[in-house]
């Protein structure tokens, strides 16, 4: 309170505002000032730890994901927040579209299990599906098997593994390898 002028500066401050119409808008010229000041001490605190050798790359990296984490949190809270009743209207009025769409009860991409497609319907837009199990128990091959049916039915694919290489693979998916042999599964 001292640093910003005192009770008695507050308070003066205060009497020069002779309306709140534009409280609003005040309020989110501060809150992006606020940001953009956050995010240039960040930078530039990055940037220092950048230019110094003696900083982790991962720990900056690290840095930078909560930073820029921190501040599109504080940017767009706000407009991520919706009423109840409208939020169950936009689910209802998407799981409509997508039974109009959908072919044979498959309102996404269909995973080539028809099990799986009966509980799911599919794999749906902005979904993220997370595929987790033990060692050795197959899910490289259920993964390989699924981007696969979704290549079948038109989609795009882009298979990323941190533990096998593209030629391996190719060979797991295939039951081909170079001597012959069918991998064992």
């Known amino acids: 309170m001292d640093e910003a002028g005192g009770a008695y500066d507050i308070v003066r401050l205060s009497s020069k505002v002779t309306s709140s119409v534009h ?25 220092s730890q950048s230019e110094d050798p003696t900083y982790d790359i991962e720990d900056i990296l690290n840095a930078l994901h909560l930073l820029t984490d ?30 109009e769409n959908g072919k044979n009860g498959v309102t996404g991409i ?24 033990r060692p050795s128990v197959g899910k490289t091959a259920i993964a390989l098997h699924l ?12 298979f990323y593994s941190i ?13 081909c390898n170079h001597g012959g042999e069918t991998p064992q599964r």
């Open 110 to 133: 269909p995973t080539g299990l028809a099990g799986l497609d009966r509980l799911t319907s599919g794999w749906q837009a902005c979904d993220q599906n997370i595929i987790a199990t």
């Open 23 to 47: 409280i609003e808008l005040h309020a989110e010229l501060i809150k992006d000032r606020y940001l953009r000041r956050g995010l240039i001490i960040g930078i530039n605190s990055l940037t």
């Open 147 to 158: 981007a696969k049916a979704a290549a079948s039915a038109g989609r795009h694919v882009v």
């Open 70 to 99: 921190r501040i599109e949190n504080e940017c767009s809270w706000t407009q991520q927040l919706r009423p109840m009743q409208q939020l169950m209207e936009e689910t209802i009025a998407e799981a409509e579209r997508r039974i």
């Open 163 to 175: 533990e096998m290489q593209g030629e391996r693979l190719s060979v797991r998916r295939t039951g």
